[in-house]
């Protein structure tokens, strides 16, 4: 299956990088997204330090979420392996566990991720709607953050945190 295809499966809130005609070109951007798609990937091999648990690996960016600085990435060393990764914009190589990886395995489990993610954001409506949770403020941002287990299903990798991640 190809990634456009898969992507399909993760919603709307996905940019799917190989929409652009041409990715040689620097101003090539995928209809309707207002992002340089060639800074993705810079910006990811700036923020992977080496105590990062991907940093040399041979990644692809294939997606970014339209709501935040997620990038979906293939790796191309392992083919079935796909992860998502928080960017955190620094231009700078980070520290910690920064960049932080969201989810990491086969698409499987990328899909298990999303549909958490939706299903928090679900549950968080209806509370909003019975009163018993304060709706998003005016920078759209939630009253608390919605809390999504991260997915860490790669075996080789023991070094990946774990945990919840909290979105915003």
Do not use: Q
Not at 21 to 26: F, Q, Y
Not at 49 to 54: I, L, R, S, V, Y
Not at 60 to 71: K, L, P, Q, T, Y
């Amino acid at each position: 299956m190809k990634d456009p295809d898969r992507l399909a499966e993760l919603g709307d809130d996905w940019c799917d990088l190989s929409d652009a005609s041409d990715l040689s070109d620097a101003s090539d951007l995928s209809e309707g997204c207002d992002r340089d798609h060639t800074v993705l990937s810079r910006e990811l091999r700036t923020e992977v330090h080496p105590a990062h648990p991907f940093f040399g690996a041979a990644l692809e960016v294939i997606a970014h979420r339209w709501s935040n600085d997620d990038v979906l990435c293939r790796h191309l060393d392992t083919p079935a392996r796909y992860s998502i990764i928080h960017l955190t914009w620094s231009r700078r190589e980070e520290i910690g566990s920064c960049p932080t990886i969201d989810a990491d395995g086969e698409w499987s489990h990328i899909v298990a991720y999303e549909d958490g993610i939706d299903a928090a954001l679900s549950a968080a409506e209806a509370l909003e709607r019975d009163g018993r949770r304060t709706p998003m403020g005016p920078a759209g941002t939630p009253s608390r953050p919605l809390v999504v287990e991260a997915v860490h299903a790669w075996p080789e990798d023991p070094a990946t945190p774990s945990g919840p991640f909290r979105r915003g």
